[in-house]
């Protein structure tokens, strides 16, 4: 089977079973979590398939035409970086959804949590393997909804809805942003697509040279950074650990806080090499890296921990992957690609460490644990390999990547040359200290010290080996890819670190190079981290006191501000815009409409008497006088129902009409929505007093009539023009249709194909809104159902 092939359906396979999870939990009940992962695995197979053309070398894209008068396909795009994360993201649900198996009770809504799990799957791989941005950017929106269904898994907790809502207004508004930065790209290049890009120097070289360069790198960088919590968006993060832990495991360690990496890792070849990209990307990294982990030392809760701890480990790929210059584009790329697979073993594996542990001891917080070494010294040895290999302790993966990322810095500030070449080197290690203290109190606040006596079972023990065995597997590969490291460095991190570059990538990666300037700074970062390490709680206890001073220097207190004031911030200003009766706002509109419609008409046409044809039939004459009789009716008769019945005449006698014409489907849907509305309106007017009781002075009166013929004249105007053309250089619509239904979208039936085809995107947009009132109506009448 060809790679495209392959590809798509490992994207596609979750989705499609993803359906058939509740039928498959009828008949496997609580074992469905096995189900999920046997999808994962076979994803992954997939994926694995395409792995010998990626190690020599190669790359393949295909593509089939979706949009092509946009430019827009359905692409993949299969090269190095595709497939490093398309097995981090297939290798990790494998092991989430088997842990998952233990973890969660069977009390759970089980199928809804699986699948929501393989859709948030498919939408990564998806994301991942798009050659076309905007076939990227649907993708990267599905793994906006579907974590937002994830981490508001238990919708019955308020910090879980209020994490999943700030998850989906900071990543999904982030989306925006890189859709426009996609757009601006487009301007630049003529191409959506990102392979066309990549592969012509010349469209590079456009792009660096181009007055929005600047503007399509932040757009773009924005929707990266929020993504992967960096710069001011970290803050959706922590808040997101409300999901269950298997959720935070694989969302928020191996593959949607990655999502912004991957954009980052896609778009250097045609960013890198400039001032800009360096100051955005590795600024914004080395901040984050900084903030996050200094942040880290008040945390509690052990998942807020790893949260923070995530973040500044992002920001070290981040800053790798912004370390460049001119001459040397991709200074730290193979540094930011190894930790990027380091980070997903020791981050994930924690993860679970940290499910297992609350899962045992029944609570999160560190302040109520320690001295669990005893009881669970399997967990234990498995959350030391973890938090060794973030802390950047030999032999573990971990090290070998912190050193590659302090090898990076020293070549970064020799680069940019003095004061740098000490501050880079010098910012690198300061985040180092920082990640050895967080990452030696994870170890000793659960596992050493004195057991509590209280607040805590009486008896704990390592869990099953359906937990525990996926959390070692990740130790073991920690362990694996620390001692033998040309596994996966030949394998993966070369074709990936290739791909990103454009060309051919040999690193020579062990545990020992001798006594190099790297390793110095790692022997720094040990005992700097040490001596923080005994300043811990007097750091943690600082930033409590300060937080409780200065509670506004805060982004979380900005964003809280914005959202619980939404309301009444809109109300203000409604309030300063409208202050008057809504009557006279829709008298202004209507004299805009005149306004903006009627006085261009009128200066750019060329015949206000065009040929029309007023040959009519008897009954043609007779079914638009009793049309005209209806609408007067509906306008003069005094009481509701009459007014009702009147309208609905001219309506049923609009439908006459269009059989007259020839129209029969347009006058069976008029007839359809006629009688709906009618019944509607019965039903409604029933419960209100028939008789009109506004009283409309003569002077009213003559305006509103003035008003209501004035905008029936420009109507009219606006109706002529578009079958007769009396506006140049404009002709008939209708001619266009008749000429280009059959060659641009093969249908005979013209009507139907101005409603599928040319206004495809009108009736898209109607049938949303249809779905969306559909929506409102069920939750209005099943919390009415609630409140009884």
């Not at 979706?66 to 990790?92: A, H, K, N, Q, R």
């Not at 600047?214 to 929020?226: D, K, N, P």
């Not at 005994?534 to 300060?546: G, V």
């Not at 419960?687 to 004035?710: C, G, N, R, W, Y």
Request: charge should be neutral; aromatic fraction near 12%; proline fraction near 5%.
């Amino acid at each position: 089977m060809d790679p495209f092939r392959l590809v798509t359906l490992a994207v596609f396979l979750p989705f499609l079973l993803a359906a058939t999870v509740p039928a498959v939990e009828k008949l496997i009940k609580h074992r469905i979590g096995w189900f999920a992962s046997l999808v994962a695995f076979i994803s992954f197979l997939l994926i694995i398939n395409v792995v010998p053309l990626v190690i020599q070398g190669e790359s393949f894209k295909a593509s089939v035409e979706w949009l092509p008068s946009m430019g827009i396909e359905y692409s993949i795009y299969v090269d190095g970086l595709s497939i490093l994360f398309g097995i981090i993201i297939t290798v990790i649900g494998i092991i989430i959804m088997s842990y998952s198996n233990g973890y969660m009770s069977r009390k759970e809504d089980l199928p809804r949590y699986y699948q929501w799990l393989l859709l948030f799957m498919g939408s990564m791989l998806g994301l991942v393997f798009s050659a076309n941005t905007i076939m990227m950017f649907i993708f990267w929106e599905l793994t906006s909804i579907t974590s937002f269904m994830l981490i508001g898994y238990w919708r019955n907790r308020p910090e879980s809805v209020y994490g999943a809502t700030k998850s989906l207004l900071v990543t999904a508004s982030g989306g925006l942003f890189m859709l426009a930065g996609f757009i601006v790209l487009r301007s630049i290049t003529g191409t959506f697509d990102i392979t066309t890009i990549l592969q012509n120097d010349t469209l590079i070289k456009t792009v660096h040279s181009h007055e929005f360069f600047l503007a399509a790198l932040v757009l773009i960088f924005i929707g990266a950074a929020s993504k992967s919590a960096q710069g001011p968006f970290y803050i959706w993060l922590p808040n997101a650990m409300e999901a269950p832990t298997p959720v935070s495991a694989f969302l928020h360690s191996a593959t949607m806080v990655k999502a912004g990496i991957y954009l980052v890792a896609r778009v250097h070849p045609i960013f890198s090499g400039t001032e800009a990209w360096f100051i955005l990307v590795s600024g914004t990294g080395i901040i984050t890296m900084l903030v996050a982990g200094f942040l880290a030392f008040r945390q509690t809760d052990i998942k807020a921990l790893l949260a923070y701890s995530t973040i500044s480990q992002l920001a070290y790929i981040m800053t790798m992957y912004g370390y460049t210059t001119y001459h040397q584009p991709g200074i730290g790329v193979a540094a930011a690609t190894f930790h990027l697979l380091n980070h997903a073993t020791f981050k994930a594996c924690l993860f679970l460490v940290a499910g297992i542990v609350a899962h045992e001891a029944a609570t999160r917080d560190i302040t109520k644990l320690g001295g669990l070494r005893h009881e669970m010294p399997v967990t234990f040895i498995i959350a030391s390999i973890g938090a060794l290999s973030m802390a950047g302790v030999p032999p573990f993966n971990g090290f070998l990547s912190k050193e590659m990322f302090y090898e990076s810095s020293i070549e970064m500030g020799h680069a940019l040359g003095s004061p740098f070449t000490f501050i880079i080197p010098a910012l690198a290690v300061a985040g180092g200290v920082f990640t050895f203290a967080y990452s030696i109190k994870f170890i000793t606040a659960i596992f050493f010290g004195k057991r509590p006596e209280k607040g805590i079972p009486s008896h704990i023990h390592d869990p099953s080996v359906i937990m525990i065995l996926p959390a070692a597997f990740l130790a073991g590969l920690i362990i694996l890819f620390g001692l033998v490291p040309s596994i996966v460095v030949q394998n993966l991190v070369e074709p990936t670190a290739s791909s990103i570059m454009m060309e051919t990538q040999h690193l020579h990666v062990k545990m020992w190079h001798g006594f190099t300037s790297s390793l110095m700074m790692t022997l720094v970062t040990f005992m700097l981290g040490i001596l923080i390490y005994t300043k811990y709680e007097s750091i943690a206890e600082w930033q409590n006191s300060f937080n409780r001073k200065y509670p506004f220097i805060s982004v979380n207190y900005v964003y809280d501000g914005l959202v619980n004031n939404a309301r009444n911030t809109l109300k203000r200003f409604a309030s300063f815009m409208q202050p008057g009766p809504v009557k006279a706002y829709v008298l202004a509109l209507l004299v805009l409409t005149i306004i903006l419609f009627a006085i261009p008409f009128l200066k750019l046409s060329t015949d206000l008497a065009p040929t029309l044809n007023f040959n009519l039939e008897p009954y043609e004459v007779l079914v638009l006088f009793f049309m005209i009789v209806a609408a007067v009716g509906a306008a003069v008769l005094p009481k509701y129902l009459q007014a009702v019945i009147s309208l609905s005449a001219l309506g049923y006698l609009v439908g006459l009409l269009f059989i007259y014409l020839s129209a029969p489907d347009l006058a069976l849907t008029q007839v359809l929505v006629e009688t709906l509305t009618t019944i509607i309106f019965v039903l409604a007017i029933v419960k209100i007093p028939q008789t009109f009781k506004e009283h409309i002075s003569p002077s009213q009166f003559m305006k509103d009539a003035l008003i209501s013929v004035a905008i029936a004249s420009v109507v009219f105007i606006l109706l002529l023009s578009a079958t007769q053309g009396i506006v140049s250089p404009f002709e008939s619509l209708s001619y266009y249709f008749i000429e280009n239904a059959l060659p641009l979208a093969g249908g005979h039936n013209i009507v139907n194909v101005i409603i599928v085809d040319f206004r495809g995107y009108d009736t898209l947009g109607e049938i949303a809104v249809m779905c969306l009132a559909a929506l409102g109506v069920y939750n209005l009448i099943h919390s009415r159902g609630e409140s009884q």
